[in-house]
């Protein structure tokens, strides 16, 4: 298995423009996380899905940021507007037990 | 409120000792603890974990201590190697299918 995919691996982005970040979770995990890694705050939570249904979004910091799942096998999370403090890495992950399976993240710089 | 706790943000540890990296957490649901190991532009990856009605656990060379009463757990790594270089992030779980809480990380330095 390729394990979980992210893209893009790097963004780099202006103030203001929108931000699309893509995710592959591992075939037949059931359960989809979006975390956000930053120095002050280490790895955040912001949503999870549970067989495509979002199960808590308490994390998501704003409303600029949405998070969707289609289907098993793809994720989305946007932001827009973006914002220089947004600039983090993103990390996906999937799970089917308590074992969380990270994707490589994505680096974002909003300027 | 950070419910997960790593207070030492760095450790330096020379090749062949042991290193131990710690955890505090405060909620006292949490019943399922996990390690994580992450290497730079790499995602975290599992390394071992408890459950809370066991006080130890062992894998190899790593070694997980828990104590509910403080509610504190700690990573050992004997004897550590360079290729242990990487950031280790404690997580918790108030049961095996939650989401999970990380701390900050500590990042784990061994010189040959």
């Known amino acids: 298995d390729a394990g979980v995919i992210q893209s893009p691996r790097h963004e780099v982005t202006e103030m203001g423009q929108e931000v699309t970040l893509r995710c592959k979770p591992i075939?037949?995990?059931?359960?989809l996380f979006w975390y956000r890694q930053t120095m002050m705050r280490g790895l955040e939570l912001l949503i999870y899905?549970?067989?495509?249904?979002?199960?808590?979004d308490s994390g998501m910091p704003e409303d600029r940021f949405s998070a969707k799942m289609p289907n098993a096998s793809f994720s989305t999370l946007k932001i827009q507007p973006s914002e220089p403090r947004d600039s983090a890495v993103y990390f996906c992950?999937?799970?089917?037990?308590?074992?969380?399976?990270f994707g490589s993240g994505t680096q974002l710089s909003v300027l | 409120d950070q419910q997960v706790k790593q207070n030492s943000p760095s450790l330096s540890v020379q090749e062949g000792r042991i290193s131990i990296l710690n955890c505090d957490y405060t909620?006292?649901?949490?019943?399922?603890f996990l390690w994580y190991k992450k290497y730079p532009a790499e995602g975290p990856t599992f390394l071992i974990s408890?459950?809370?009605?066991?006080d130890k656990n062992e894998d190899g060379r790593f070694t997980v201590f828990l104590n509910k009463s403080a509610k504190h757990l700690s990573l050992h790594i004997v004897p550590s190697q360079p290729g242990d270089s990487a950031v280790y992030f404690c997580?918790?779980?108030?049961?095996?299918?939650?989401?999970?809480?990380f701390g900050k990380g500590t990042m784990l330095l061994v010189s040959p």
């Open positions: 992950a999937s799970s089917l037990r308590e074992k969380l399976f």
């Open positions: 075939s037949g995990h059931d359960y």
């Open positions: 899905f549970n067989n495509n249904v979002p199960i808590d």
């Open positions: 909620n006292s649901m949490f019943d399922y």
């Open positions: 408890i459950s809370s009605i066991k």
């Open positions: 997580a918790a779980s108030p049961s095996g299918y939650s989401t999970l809480t």
